[in-house]
C-alpha cells in the first residue's frame, strides 16, 4: 500500500532574507515560492508520504494554469474565455516539480526508493471550463472543454518526458456536480490518456453517488474520491466497486475540510472498510483533497497519522 496527497499544501511567500537572494529579488530572479516547495515536499516525506506533490503553491488550481494558455484570460482573479483555446505558451509545472523531486532526491541521499516519487498534477478540462466565462469564440463548454483538453496534453507529455513522474493525476471536481456532460469530460479524459506512458489518475471530491458508474468507465488507472468527510462514498464504493475492473482507488481517509488533526481510530476504521472492500493493494490513501486551509502543523499531523495507518496495513 502506498500514500500521496492530493496536491495543496499550506504556503506562504517568502522574502529575500540573505546577500544572494537580495540580489536576485533586485534582479527580479527571485522566486518567492521556492522555499515553500521546498518545506512541502520535505514535511510530505517526513509525514512518510511516497507519491509527493510539489505543494501546489503558486495560487488557485485554475488560473495557475490558464494565464499561460492563449484564448483566456484572468480578469478580478477569474479566467475569461475570449478565443479559441490554443497550447500553453510556455511549461507551466515543470520547473517546480523538478525542483520538488530534487528535494525528494537529496533527502534520500540521491536514491528515491522504488515505488516512490513525485506525481504530476492537472486540473481537468472540464473544471477549468466550468469555472471559466465564456465571452467569445465558442457556442457552448463542449467544444472549449476539448480544445482545452489538447492544449493541457502538451503539458503532461512535458512532465512526462521532464521530471517522470510515478504517474498523472487530473482534478475534475466538477464531475461530481451532475453540471458536466460525462460524454464530453470521458472524451476528454481520453484526449489527455491517449499515447500516456504512465498511469492515470483522476480526483473527484464530493459525493459520487450519481456520478460513480460513468466515472469507472473512464480511462483512467486510479479513481481518487473522498471518504473521511463524506461517508456516503463509502456506501458507493461497497456497491460499485465491481465496475472498477483494475482501477485502484485513491482513498481519501483524513478530512481536509477541517483544521484539526483527525481521530487516528477514525482513519483506521475508514481504511479497514476500504480493504475489504478493494484490497489492500488497489488502495492509494491519500487526504480527501488538498490541504492548503489547514495549518501547517496540522497539516502535517493530518498526514502524519494517515502513514501511521498505512504502515499497519502494509
Do not use: W
Not at 84 to 109: C, F, H, L
Not at 177 to 185: E, L, R
Not at 252 to 259: A, H, L, R
Request: glycine share 8%; aromatic share 6%; proline share 4%.
Amino acid at each position: 500500500m502506498k500514500s500521496t496527497v492530493v496536491g495543496s499544501f499550506p504556503a506562504k511567500e517568502s522574502s529575500p532574507s540573505n546577500f544572494k537572494d537580495k540580489l536576485l529579488n533586485t534582479l527580479g530572479m527571485y522566486d518567492p515560492f521556492k522555499e515553500s516547495i521546498k518545506n512541502s515536499v520535505i514535511a510530505q516525506l517526513d509525514a512518510g508520504v511516497d507519491i509527493i506533490s510539489d505543494g501546489q503553491v503558486r495560487g488557485d488550481m485554475v488560473s495557475i494554469f490558464t494565464k499561460y494558455i492563449p484564448g483566456m484570460k484572468i480578469e478580478d482573479g477569474n479566467t475569461v474565455i475570449v478565443s479559441k483555446i490554443r497550447n500553453p505558451t510556455q511549461e507551466i509545472s515543470i520547473k517546480d516539480m523538478q525542483y520538488a523531486k530534487k528535494v525528494m532526491s537529496d533527502y534520500y541521499g540521491g536514491k528515491i526508493p522504488e515505488g516512490n516519487g513525485i506525481k504530476g498534477i492537472i486540473t481537468g478540462p472540464n473544471t477549468i471550463i466550468h469555472s471559466s466565462r465564456i465571452e467569445s469564440f465558442y457556442k457552448n463548454k463542449e467544444d472549449a472543454i476539448l480544445d482545452l483538453a489538447h492544449s493541457l496534453k502538451c503539458e503532461v507529455d512535458a512532465i512526462v518526458n521532464k521530471v517522470d513522474p510515478v504517474y498523472i493525476q487530473i482534478d475534475e471536481p466538477f464531475l461530481s456536480t451532475g453540471m458536466v456532460d460525462m460524454k464530453t469530460a470521458k472524451e476528454s479524459i481520453d484526449i489527455i490518456q491517449d499515447g500516456l506512458e504512465v498511469p492515470l489518475g483522476m480526483h473527484v471530491c464530493g459525493i459520487l453517488s450519481d456520478a460513480f458508474k460513468d466515472l469507472a468507465k473512464f480511462n483512467i488507472d486510479i479513481l481518487d474520491m473522498e471518504f473521511a468527510g463524506n461517508n456516503v462514498n463509502l456506501d458507493v464504493l461497497k456497491e460499485n466497486a465491481s465496475l472498477l475492473g483494475n482501477k485502484k482507488v485513491g482513498f481519501g481517509c483524513v478530512d481536509s475540510s477541517v483544521n484539526t488533526v483527525d481521530d487516528i481510530k477514525d482513519i483506521d476504521e475508514l481504511v479497514s472498510c476500504a480493504i475489504e472492500i478493494v484490497g489492500k493493494d488497489n488502495i492509494i490513501l491519500d487526504p480527501d483533497c488538498g490541504l492548503r486551509r489547514a495549518s501547517s502543523d496540522v497539516a502535517f499531523d493530518k498526514l502524519r497519522l494517515m502513514n501511521e495507518i498505512k504502515d499497519k496495513y502494509s
